[in-house]
């Protein structure tokens, strides 16, 4: 069974009156352990559908189950509880919070979910992304590839079905996108599902699978030859 299934879906937003069609008839599917990377110029509707996909935002029409489940039907509440318990999510800004250290950014997403051993769970996830040793630095004394490795941390905590990443390297210099890039390749191989919108090709090409938005539409769904995607740097 795919983790992942989008049906037809349709995505309308009415702004002042009108109409904007952001996504027309979207069909996919993403098995487990899938590394994908959604590709499109601005307003294709690949950030609408990373937030439909995020359960941040609901379909107009069509149907989104994820794990088997038809999400587009739950309750808000319900919503909620499976984005901070089966969702990581990653932004271009990183969103740190910044007057807490690393770890207590980290430690954020099981505040809200209530689940102990926090501390121990944290230091895990930052040395999991290489920063284990920074945990105690505020945001403002990080890189910016390391506030990024700080939010894969935060994303990672929970133990997610999946990771969803907007943009992740969109403020990084380019040697700094190539590391980021390489830690999002080693989770993958190591089973993680993650679904990766980027406008940059040589970001993509770290994917297995690249899926081409144009005109709120799927227009090319190409699997990488061999699966490998760019070698970890």
Request: aromatic fraction near 4%.
């Given at each position: 069974?795919?983790l992942?299934?989008?049906?037809?879906v349709?995505?309308?937003?009415?702004m002042?009156?009108?109409?904007?069609?952001?996504?027309?008839?979207?069909?996919?599917?993403?098995?487990p352990g899938e590394?994908?990377?959604?590709?499109?110029p601005?307003g294709?509707?690949?950030?609408?559908?990373l937030?439909i996909?995020?359960?941040?935002?609901r379909?107009?029409?069509?149907?989104?189950?994820l794990?088997?489940?038809d999400?587009s039907?739950?309750?808000?509440a319900?919503?909620?509880?499976l984005?901070?318990?089966?969702?990581?999510?990653?932004?271009?800004s990183?969103?740190?919070?910044p007057?807490?250290?690393?770890?207590?950014?980290?430690?954020?997403?099981?505040?809200y979910?209530?689940?102990p051993?926090r501390r121990?769970r944290a230091l895990?996830a930052?040395?999991a992304?290489?920063?284990?040793e920074?945990?105690r630095h505020?945001?403002?004394?990080?890189?910016?590839?390391?506030?990024?490795r700080?939010?894969?941390?935060r994303?990672?905590?929970?133990?997610?079905?999946?990771?969803?990443?907007?943009e992740p390297t969109?403020?990084?210099d380019?040697?700094?996108?190539r590391?980021?890039?390489?830690l999002?390749?080693?989770?993958?191989?190591?089973g993680?599902?993650?679904i990766?919108v980027?406008?940059?090709a040589?970001v993509a090409?770290?994917?297995?699978?690249?899926?081409?938005?144009?005109?709120?539409?799927?227009?090319r769904?190409?699997t990488v030859?061999?699966?490998?995607?760019?070698?970890?740097?």
């Amino acid at each position: 069974m795919s983790l992942i299934e989008l049906e037809d879906v349709e995505k309308v937003y009415r702004m002042d009156g009108v109409e904007v069609r952001a996504l027309r008839g979207v069909t996919m599917t993403v098995d487990p352990g899938e590394f994908v990377a959604i590709m499109g110029p601005s307003g294709s509707g690949k950030s609408t559908c990373l937030h439909i996909l995020g359960c941040l935002d609901r379909p107009t029409a069509g149907t989104y189950r994820l794990e088997g489940v038809d999400v587009s039907t739950l309750p808000d509440a319900e919503l909620a509880r499976l984005r901070s318990r089966r969702l990581g999510f990653v932004f271009q800004s990183y969103n740190l919070l910044p007057r807490l250290p690393a770890v207590e950014n980290v430690e954020l997403p099981m505040i809200y979910a209530g689940v102990p051993d926090r501390r121990a769970r944290a230091l895990a996830a930052l040395e999991a992304v290489g920063l284990r040793e920074r945990a105690r630095h505020l945001p403002t004394q990080l890189s910016g590839g390391e506030q990024q490795r700080v939010a894969f941390a935060r994303a990672l905590v929970m133990s997610p079905a999946i990771i969803l990443a907007d943009e992740p390297t969109g403020n990084l210099d380019s040697a700094t996108a190539r590391e980021i890039m390489g830690l999002v390749q080693r989770l993958s191989r190591q089973g993680m599902t993650i679904i990766l919108v980027t406008h940059d090709a040589e970001v993509a090409s770290y994917a297995r699978r690249i899926i081409q938005f144009r005109d709120g539409r799927v227009v090319r769904d190409t699997t990488v030859r061999g699966g490998g995607g760019r070698p970890t740097p």
